[in-house]
Structures are given as C-alpha cells and as structure tokens.
C-alpha cells in the first residue's frame, strides 16, 4: 500500500495547495479519499483522470467535496475522448440529499459506502465520527497492512477501538491545544497524539491543519503522548506500507 497526501488543510487551501486529501494506491489500483478545493489539480501529479479507480467522500461539508463538480466534469470529457468509457464509483454515506449529487449520468456512481466492505484490493470499515455534521472514519486494509483516516472529529473515544494496532493513523490536527473543547468537531494535535497513543499504532501523521500558527507545534503536542513516529503529512511525498 502507498498513501500520498495531496493536501492537508482545513476549511480551504493555501495558496497553489489544497484541501486535506489522500492518493491511496495497492497493485495498480487508485483510491481518491476525500475531494476538497484543490484536490483534482493535485491529483493530477500523480496520475491521469482515467487512471483513478474509486473515491471515498467523507462528509459533505465543501472542504471535502468541493472539487467532486469539476472531478465530474472531467470524467465527461475523458469519457469522450477515451474509446471506452469508464465509470468512477463515489463512496459516501447516504444521509443526505447530496449523496445523489454523486451520480453523474454514466461517468459517476454514487455508493453507499456504510454497505460496503471491500473496494477494489481494499477491505474497508466505517465508525460515524463526533462532528456536527455525519461524517465517517475509514479504516482501509490491504495485504497484513492497515491505515485509519479519522476525517473530520473532535475527540470520539469509539475512535481507539476503531484504529487499534493501525500501521498508520492519519488524524486531523485542526486545533492548537489552547482551544481544546471551544470549538466543536475537531482535535487538538494533543488529542491525536492520545488517540495514537491508546490504540497502539505504529505511525501517526497530522492533517487538516490550521491557517495560523505554527504547525509544527501540533507535533510537539502530539508527542506529549505518543513516543512513536509522528509527523505533519507532506504533500506529494509517499508513504510506503509492504
């Protein structure tokens, strides 16, 4: 399994950046996680439209689907110009009226992904996350190897048990600890390096950072607690598990 960020930050890009985003790769097939602002032209340092096998939506809030449009788009004019058509599958949960907005005509399908178990090489499992909007963790395993992307979450004790022995735990970071508990939804890079920590993974990488600050310092938070390898995630840069 390869896993590379394609962005990292929450609510919208930086400049010539992009939304928290992740390429998740296992023998030739490609997973999109999550498609926020920016997300589509990242993508496309790594690989080509076509080439892109499956898309997981978390929630719907924009920061996370914000480039489904324009992925849709694309998918047309590809499908035009391909001399065979293929349809790219969007996973999401189907709590709301958006969830039909992933179909679009025979270029993309929405798929209720809380009824979905394996997507392509990869075994997948689902836990609703404390967000104010429905929003779901992923736990994805492939060949002995497992990796647990938290999405969007203030701190949700379920979370432990969910990520348990995790070879990597990609936990959103959006809060200095100086706003732990003011502002719903999100965590601290204290609580992330805690979650670490309780379920025993091996690696923990932080994304969906803050604007201000200094982001680093959600590291340091973060080791307060989990002694292993932990780190900001790093657009473009592969994290390889065999």
Known sequence: MNIIPLGIWGGYPKANSATSSFLIEEGGFRLLFDCGSGVLSSLQNHIHIQQLDAVIVTH?????IADIGALQYAKLIQNQLADEKKTLPIY?????????????????KAVDITQTNQIGPFAIQTIKTNHPVYCLAVRIEANGKSVVLTADTGWEPALIDFSEKAD????EANLYMQYEGQIPGHMTGRQAGLLAKEADVEQLLLTHLPHFGEAEDLVKEAQRHFSKNVSLA????????V
Not at 60 to 64: K, L, N
Not at 95 to 102: A, C, I, N, P, V
Not at 168 to 171: A, C, D, K, P, Y
């Open 168 to 171: 990597l735990l990609i936990s």
């Open 92 to 108: 999401a949960h189907n709590r709301e009226d958006s969830f039909q907005t992933l179909t679009f005509k025979d270029h993309t």
């Open 234 to 241: 790093q657009p473009g840069k592969s994290y390889p598990f």
């Open 60 to 64: 719907y809030h924009h920061d996370h």
